[in-house]
């Protein structure tokens, strides 16, 4: 085991010798994902990744169909967020 160490830092010592630019070039080349797959924010963008639903409910829709409304679906949503609006506003008051 110490003969292995005392060979790789000998391999890098000479490397950074003769070719310090492709030395530092390789280092942050294998560094740099690295330090990303270690990073503070991997763990938690693996479990935010984890929970993602993989596919959505969509409604489907057969070409007989007539297409939405979409005024009426917008006035809708606009009075429904108004009545909450006012529930809000009633419970602050």
Not at 29 to 34: D, K
Not at 38 to 55: D, I, L, N, R, V
Not at 68 to 90: F, G, S
Request: with cysteine; hydrophobic share 40%; proline share 10%.
């Amino acid at each position: 085991m110490a003969s292995l160490i005392r060979s790789t830092v000998g391999f890098l010592r000479k490397a950074w010798d003769k070719e310090p630019i492709l030395f530092v070039s390789i280092f942050f080349g294998v560094a740099g994902p690295l330090c990303v797959y270690f990073g503070p924010g991997t763990q938690a963008s693996m479990e935010a990744h984890k929970k993602t639903p993989k596919f959505y409910p969509a409604t489907i829709r057969r070409p007989d169909d007539p297409p939405p409304n979409c005024v009426q679906m917008y006035e809708d949503a606009w009075r429904v967020c108004q009545h909450q609006l006012q529930e809000t506003k009633t419970d602050v008051a």
